[in-house]
């Protein structure tokens, strides 16, 4: 595998993202960790892919299943692709923002999931990062499920996102990501939604006059291990990967939330993107609860009460 | 297993013409049993780098080009232009990257226009007294212009690689692609002034009319297939789809496609497409390889110790990508040194659209240079002359090239004017 | 960025043709779909019902299919793209020689890459496509069947180099 076992007792760990190097969750997601744990003497050591250069989504977490990347770190819509129930974390207002989803993790129901994804799959999940609120960008103000009506809202191809779609009210048209911003130029698609740091990177922003803040979605991203490779390392080891990890999460959250608002000064500054504010999201999210109670079932439905129920 | 195993087992394997997506292949497949990778990554990562969406627009392009070729659009354009600068001095070399210029805006590839062209041009050109060595140097010459104009199927490759906008790439392709045919046309003026015995045409109203009104509709097709992006009807991927759709239909039109010519222009698609995107997806491997041990940064370092100058590394890249390209066929060379050379452009500043236009014309002329040189060689056979003069008549029109060429190296707004004004 | 050899009809007989035969069917029908479901998704946006959600994905797995479904009939007609300079500059019995160890190299990567394909089609793992929830293991069957097909005619090209092989000039 790609964790090579020197004699000596030295490990390797590969840990990738698709993000490029200077996003938060590089800057201070894989290469926190790394540093952190390289600056140890411990005898392990991280070697950081940041960008996809190991692949897409996709190809990274079957690398990761293989054994041919050791750590990685993905959204739960596409694990959901080897382990179905674990989309549920990506569900639009499953959860009411990153204290509770940090909260449902430390929680005996979160480490059941991982238990259970862990069977499933043959990786481990070591912890949960916060991605940012997705929220939506049109050009005019989205407050409440009727101003969705007659809007074509980009979502990604996968069936957690386009059940999102369904659950809030909005008319759903799956365009390549690369694709989005001449989409949103051109007027094929009317609007999209995604974290604030994501809209401000791929200039969304200048071509969208509004950014509502319904935060639809409290996006999260996991760090999955090899099971293999994480049996390679010592107990110390183990632990101390286990508390680089866990200890980065609060930090990347800081670094992300302080983008956030960089990047939302800098609109309300500038004044050339509109940020609504007053955004109705009861509506939305009692609106999309009724929908998936109504459409989830088995595991889904039983993680889905389970989400939901830890909301405070 | 070193790097430098790995690049020598390469090219060894190029050199016994094995193909290069199983000279690429085979060394990897060699790295990955004896580094203990999972049985099953290789063939994953070489259907993953297939599996991209932007990538299908090269089918759909390739397919369009070829139902162009079918459909006898080139020999429409070519008695237009002739009809409309006949009597020029030297009209028959105009109206050579003219014909280029026309149909670069359905054909994605070089070779296709060089083969499509070169039995109509050439010929043509020998009747009206122009030596066979010129006629021949200008076809090739002129055949960059189709890759390079959108659509383009390196233009698409890169955006898929770059993760960049196919449609702002395509915009930036523009301006240098009439550049290209502009410095051709001054080389043919340059040339023609001393030549005495070129016969030229009578200019005739009733010819030119004719000759209009049968070029019309194939003229829309750019009008749809860029028209559709930049009004927002579609995507550049769907826009392919839809320019293959109309072009079909113009040729069903013509009479000139029948039902059963569909098998064969379907075949030979499908078959121009299995070429390439099997390279493709070996490099996707390979490139997987390089990322895991580090290429890409090692090379940044190398690189950025080596000079601060963007303008210096540009040229570098120009001279790398040329040599390259010159021993390499195009799509391999692009979907290898991408990867590894966008992210040190980036660092030096350079704008990835920028970069891209850059890359694609230095690859192009490589087409143009032995010892690989792959429109010589279409050429060759099409004109029944040998290969190496085939180079001796296109040789003379490097100059303009590579004149255009550093235009692009030291103005990047050449390439960045055009998105930046429409917004892309 | 090449077009194929189109003159070059070096027809064999038998199953070898049929098996050209099916291949080139199989690509053709893989080249419409992606066509119509690029097209489809076109129009469809402009549909009150909007467009189909799997067409992306299944138009870019018909596009890896192709590719493997064609490989094949590229090897029998020596039209994948290689560097054919030593056509040039050796002759007679080397040329033979060294055609002969390309194909070899072929076969080689070939089996290789489809006993890796096999694995993956005989996995285990439950695992989806996200758009259409194509299991995976079905995906990899295409590229099984055309890596075979291709270690064949690579095989067979060692013993009966395609007519007409180093002849003409060849285009790189
Ligand atoms: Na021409
Ligand atoms: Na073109």
Redesign the pocket.
């Known amino acids: 595998g790609g964790g090579d076992g020197g004699e000596d007792g030295t490990v390797t760990l590969s840990f990738a993202n698709s993000y490029a190097t200077q996003h938060p969750h590089t800057r201070c997601g894989i290469q926190a960790v790394a540093d952190r744990i390289n600056g140890q003497d411990s005898g392990l050591t991280i070697e950081t892919f940041p960008n996809s250069q190991l692949g897409d989504d996709t190809e990274r977490f079957n690398s990761v299943k293989a054994g041919d990347v050791d750590m990685d770190v993905q959204g739960s819509s596409a694990l959901a692709a080897s382990y179905p129930p674990i989309g549920v974390l990506d569900m639009a207002y499953a959860f009411d923002g990153p204290d509770q989803l940090f909260e449902f993790l430390d929680s005996d129901d979160g480490q059941q999931l991982k238990d259970d994804f862990a069977e499933a799959t043959g990786s481990r999940i070591l912890d949960g990062w916060f991605f940012g609120m997705r929220h939506f960008s049109a050009n005019r103000p989205i407050r409440e499920p009727a101003d969705l009506e007659g809007l074509r809202m980009r979502y990604a191809d996968s069936p957690i996102y386009l059940e999102n779609a369904k659950a809030v009210g909005a008319k759903a048209t799956t365009v390549a990501f690369e694709e989005i911003y001449v989409g949103l130029q051109q007027g094929i698609i009317d609007g999209q939604e995604n974290p604030i740091p994501t809209i401000a990177e791929k200039s969304f922003d200048e071509v969208q006059s509004h950014v509502s803040l319904s935060g639809h979605q409290t996006g999260s991203q996991l760090i999955v291990v090899n099971e293999e490779s994480w049996q390679r390392l010592s107990a110390e080891q183990q632990e101390a990967v286990e508390t680089a990890v866990h200890e980065t999460r609060a930090k990347n959250r800081t670094c992300i939330e302080n983008q956030e608002q960089e990047i939302l000064d800098q609109w309300k500054s500038e004044g050339t993107v509109t940020v609504v504010e007053d955004v109705d999201r009861d509506a939305f999210a009692e609106r999309a609860q009724r929908y998936f109670e109504r459409t989830l079932s088995g595991e889904q439905a039983k993680l889905y009460a389970q989400v939901r129920g830890s909301a405070g | 297993m070193s790097m430098l195993l790995l690049a020598t087992g390469i090219a060894v394997l190029l050199a016994l013409r094995v193909p290069v997506a199983f000279a690429l292949l085979g060394p990897c497949l060699t790295y990955v049993t004896f580094n203990g990778q999972s049985v099953g990554l290789s063939t994953r990562e070489l259907t993953g780098a297939i599996d991209s969406f932007p990538l299908l627009a090269v089918p759909l392009f390739i397919l369009l080009g070829v139902i162009a070729n079918h459909a006898g659009i080139a020999d429409r354009m070519f008695d237009f232009a002739l009809a409309l600068i006949g009597r020029v001095k030297g009209s028959l070399g105009y109206v050579n990257i003219g014909v280029s210029l026309g149909f670069?805006?359905m054909?994605?590839s070089a070779l296709a226009d060089a083969a499509g062209l070169g039995k109509v041009e050439v010929p043509a050109m020998v009747r009206k007294g122009y030596s066979k060595r010129f006629s021949v140097g200008i076809t090739a010459a002129s055949s960059l212009i189709?890759?390079v104009?959108?659509?383009?199927i390196p233009a698409v490759i890169y955006s898929s690689i770059a993760a960049v906008s196919t449609g702002a790439l395509f915009a930036a392709s523009v301006l240098p692609a009439f550049l290209l045919a502009a410095g051709l046309a001054i080389a043919v003026f340059v040339w023609a002034r001393r030549q005495h015995d070129l016969q030229s045409q009578p200019f005739d109203w009733a010819t030119l009319r004719r000759a209009t009104v049968r070029v019309l509709a194939p003229l829309l097709c750019p009008v749809i297939i860029l028209g559709g992006i930049l009004a927002g009807f579609f995507t550049p991927t769907e826009a392919a789809a839809v320019g293959a759709t109309y072009v079909l239909a113009l040729g069903v039109c013509y009479r000139a496609v029948r039902l059963r010519d569909l098998g064969g222009i379907l075949r030979d698609s499908a078959a121009t497409t299995a070429s390439i995107t099997l390279i493709i997806g070996a490099s996707g491997l390979l490139a997987w390889i390089l990322a895991r041990e580090q290429v890409p940064a090692a090379v940044a370092d190398w690189m950025l110790g080596f000079t601060d100058s963007q303008v210096v590394f540009l040229l570098m890249v120009n001279v790398l990508l040329i040599v390259l390209g010159a021993v390499l066929e195009g799509t391999s060379v692009l979907v290898i040194t991408v990867p590894i050379l966008l992210p040190i452009a980036v660092e030096f500043g350079v704008d990835p659209l920028h970069f891209g236009v850059l890359t694609i014309v230095n690859l192009m002329i490589g087409l143009l240079t032995p010892p690989i040189g792959a429109v010589l060689y279409v050429l060759s056979p099409v004109t029944k002359m040998p290969v190496h003069e085939v180079f001796r008549g296109t040789a003379p029109f490097l100059v303009p090239l590579v004149a255009v060429l550093l235009l692009l190296t030291f103005v990047p707004s050449v390439a960045t004017f055009l998105p930046q004004v429409l917004g892309l | 960025m090449r077009e194929p050899d189109e003159t070059a009809t070096r027809s064999r007989r038998g199953p070898l043709r049929w098996l050209s035969t099916a291949e080139v069917v199989v690509g053709g029908l893989l080249l419409s779909t992606i066509l119509i479901l690029m097209l489809g998704q076109a129009v469809g946006r402009y549909l009150p019902t909007g467009g189909w959600v799997g067409s992306g994905e299944l138009a870019r797995f018909s596009l890896v299919w192709l590719t493997f479904a064609m490989a094949g009939y590229l090897m029998e007609r020596d039209a994948h793209v290689a560097l054919k300079l030593v056509d040039t500059v050796a002759t007679g019995l080397t040329r033979r020689l060294v055609f002969v160890f390309a194909s070899i190299m072929v076969a080689i990567v070939c089996v290789n890459l489809a006993y890796e394909a096999f694995v993956l089609v005989t996995d285990e793992s439950s695992q989806v496509s996200p758009a259409l929830g194509i299991p995976m293991r079905w995906f990899y069957v295409i590229p099984l069947v055309g890596l075979v097909f291709t270690a064949v005619r690579s095989a067979v090209a060692v013993f009966l180099p395609p007519p007409g092989i180093g002849e003409e000039e060849s285009s790189a």
């Open positions: 670069s805006w054909s994605g189709g890759p104009m959108p659509p383009s």
